[in-house]
């Protein structure tokens, strides 16, 4: 309950905020609240760690899903491990990691719940090599709104398992889930992380993506011209930890507690901040063994950085762009750093050939690009409309669980499946970003 309180109007990028008219708790798997009577419309809802407004429902109810937090069972042979949905990718790790387990894809915060994970069907540093999470569910339940439940997995109720992995909390409420686990050496990720140039360089040291499990590149989304698209890139697989397991239920000791002024984040701050980021980094490729919440989950460090965007809060803009068209990342790096709009570091990554997992999956085979900008109003929606042209020329697609303002013809173009989903969802359940991209 704690956790959706705090983010039940809101959503990670604190835009939009959204009123419910109530908050039902969901505890028991076996006695689930009676959604026949509900006269508005449902929407789940868990850790609320996506940006936009695909959590919220504004005017309808929210199912707060949290308190779905029990472990069921555990094969240890085939490492499948079932819980219910609102069991969160730290506790996960917490219980796993000791036994020789990990997630088989991890996004970059460990405050997701398994519901939310399949929802948006999240991806992580490693989808050149394992997809995404979605690939990893074997079955799941469903509560639909006429009370039905119905086990789901690739070869029962198939339509609506591929529809529910990606599916935006909008086919039924899941209440438990099973994943696949991957076997690891330890708590470790040999890194190796090295400062390159230029988006040319980028391209050169993503080539080799292949030969290692977990790759990323953390970019400046404010150097132009020769050093356009320079930044960091990192890489590493699992390890032997020496020393101590990290222990991911740890609450971080920094936390920002009110919100900054809107102003602290500025051209000039960001500027520093990512040439020091840059210049800090080794010139040359260098390893090191790291614990993995450090590799994973550097923006975990400190509680509550969503409040450094001020009260207006921010959006993250996630695009990915096929790979014979690297002119369209070039094209969308330039306007980013020439709108003046504070973009600090961004997050730029090659996904793998595997197949959608979902009806609805955003990862596909490209080059994905996430930009965080502090909202300002209609610059902030026009420049963000820019950058949807530039994708949807490419034939790419932004990612929903970021997204608070897509038009719905955008939406249309990169979810061509949206008419095989839309036959698969539950009339009862819906969001605000579900009725604006959902719109004839
Ligand atoms: C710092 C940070 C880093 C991130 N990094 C990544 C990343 O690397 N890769 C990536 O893919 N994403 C990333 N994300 C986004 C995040 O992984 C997703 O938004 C995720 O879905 C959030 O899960 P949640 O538990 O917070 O769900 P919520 O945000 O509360 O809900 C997300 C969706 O799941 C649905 N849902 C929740 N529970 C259930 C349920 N039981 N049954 C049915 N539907 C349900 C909701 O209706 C909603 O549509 C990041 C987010 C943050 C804040």
Known sequence: MDRVRHTAGLSWGRYPRATHTRILPVTWRSDPPPLEGVRETVLPHACGRSYGDSCLNAGGALLDATGLDRFISFDQAAGLLRC????????????????GWFLPVLPGTRWVSVGGAIANDIHGKNHHRAGSFGAHVTAFELLRSSGERLVCAPDRNPELFRATIGGL?????ILWAELRLVRVPGAGIAMERVRYPALGAFFELSAQDAEYEYTVAWVDC?????????GVYMRGDHAELPGATPSPLRRPTLRVPADAPSLLLNRWTLSVFNAAYYVGAPRTLRRTVVPYDRFFFPLDGVDGWNRL?????????Q?????DHPE????LLERVSHSGQAAGLGVLKRFGQAPPAGL?????PGFTLAVDIAFRGERTLDLLEVLDTIVRHAGGAVYPAKDARMSAESFRAFFPHLEAFRAQADPRF???????????
């Open 360 to 364: 609805l999956s955003f990862p596909r």
């Open 430 to 440: 819906s969001s605000s970003f579900w009725r604006r991209v959902s719109a004839a």
């Open 169 to 173: 909390g909008l086919t039924g409420l």
């Open 309 to 317: 965007y001020g009260p207006r809060g921010f959006v993250q803009y």
């Open 222 to 230: 404010l150097a132009r011209g020769r050093r356009l698209g320079r």
């Open 328 to 331: 369209a990342l070039r094209a």
């Open 84 to 99: 219910e949905a609102g069991v969160t990718l730290a506790e996960i790790l917490a219980l796993m990691v000791p036994r």
């Open 319 to 323: 695009c990915v762009v096929p790979e």
